[in-house]
């Protein structure tokens, strides 16, 4: 019987929920990492016991590690515990930290700061991994400021894929109001060199040639808060969305509006049809249903909690224009929570499981698509990421 | 050689897998910064912890005490008091107070 593993990372330490299949009767482990910022943590699809953590500290910095034993223990890549702490020739191990971009591939140039002047990279955080599609060893983390990188050992050791920071555009990027980070990272399924990055409040990027070179995919979205609302650069990509199935067809939460693209990014047009408020951060499809979209609306950009203070997740099942609150189970009045960006993900059992986080720690799961919700877990620390596997 | 005792903040003992306090060897001169890097050496998981990994400058929440001074401002490659030299006195590597 299949069993389902969802991975929380937490404002302070990192949770790990289990269930059997019928995920009604969740365990909770945890905390892992207690104390720290955990971004993110996501599992390898090819081995799914091997699942690496972006443990990050306004103090300490940034830690990479990783489980190779479903979370049981954990080891930062570079240096297991117990391990030697040097390698035979002497070296000092410990590399799996280093972020470091590449300026011989890549000048080491400015983007756009908030009074408009230009300002350094500075490496800051890992805010979002993806493991390859195919290779346990492959890992790709997106960063702040801005800029992805890639591990080909497992997360001992990082590369800057600099064509991303590099492709031409990096001065026009400036930062939302969390930073300028690099927090979405689709890989095409059909097509691993193909890969979709999001940058707030960049822009959102396409590359074909496996991070060489990345090409500006903005054309159609419109931007008020911009002096040109149709330039290339300065729209707030929230989040992007793809059906494995159907992988040119693309879902956007942007800063507002609620956008869709059926040609791999080339052109974007809005879906927001009837939601309450277009606004929000997360985004996901069904498993089994391309067209069935879930994304869950915020007042607005400074009043980060749900609409009249009811938690809905909206759900459209004709890809977008036509939206469905989804209530049963979700508090009706005085919810004022936020769902972060990497908060919310679908499992592939039958029916499509649904999951989200909550700013004010509460996890919800639903069971049938969407039709009603359950809290697996009610007070935890303010939830930055949530990501499920299905283990067989 | 000199043996230094070196006091670390909570999380960086969880990441090297200590408790209490560390005692890290130093062949020469004993400054913040050969101190520092006998720790990183001993402990490379903590590489880019305390200070950057590429320019060495101190993480900004970091803070350097010993013998009941804040040495987070001063130089590097002074000497440091021969109270932490002869291991009377402990060098701490201190998690600034910074709300959170």
Sequence with gaps: MSSVRVLVGTRKGAFILESDGKRKKWDVRGPHFAGWEIYHMKGSPVDKDRIFVSQTSGWFGQIIQRSDDGGKTWFQPGTPAGAPTTTPEGMPMGESNKFVYDEAAAPLTTHLWYDGTQHPWEFKRVWHIEPSLSDPDTIFAGVEDAAMFRSKDGGKTWQEMSGLRGNGTGSQWAPGAGGLGLHTIIIDPSNEDRMYGAISSAGCFRTDDCCKTWKTITKGLSSLYIPDPNAEIGHCIHRIAMHPSRPNTLFMQKHWDVCRSDDAGETWYEVSGDLPSDFGFPIDVHAHEPNTVFVVPIKSDSEHYPPEGKLRVYRSKSGGMDWEPMTKGLPQENCYVNILRDAMCVDNLDDCGVYFGTTGGQVYASRDGGDSWDAIVRDLPPVLSVEVQVLQ | MAAIRVSL????????????????????????????????????????????????????????????????????????????????????????????
Aim: aromatic share 6%.
């Design chain 2, 9 to 100: 903040p909570t999380h960086l003992k969880t990441l090297s897998h200590v408790d209490g306090e560390i005692v890290v060897e130093v062949d020469g001169a004993v400054t913040q910064r050969t101190v520092i890097d006998a720790v990183e050496s001993k402990y490379p998981m903590l590489c880019g912890t305390i200070r950057d990994h590429v320019t060495k400058k101190r993480r900004p929440f970091i803070r350097f005490y010993a013998c009941e001074e804040d040495l987070s401002n001063e130089d590097l490659d002074a000497p440091l008091p021969e109270a932490v030299v002869s291991g009377q006195e402990t060098y701490f590597v201190i998690g600034a107070m910074a709300g959170g």
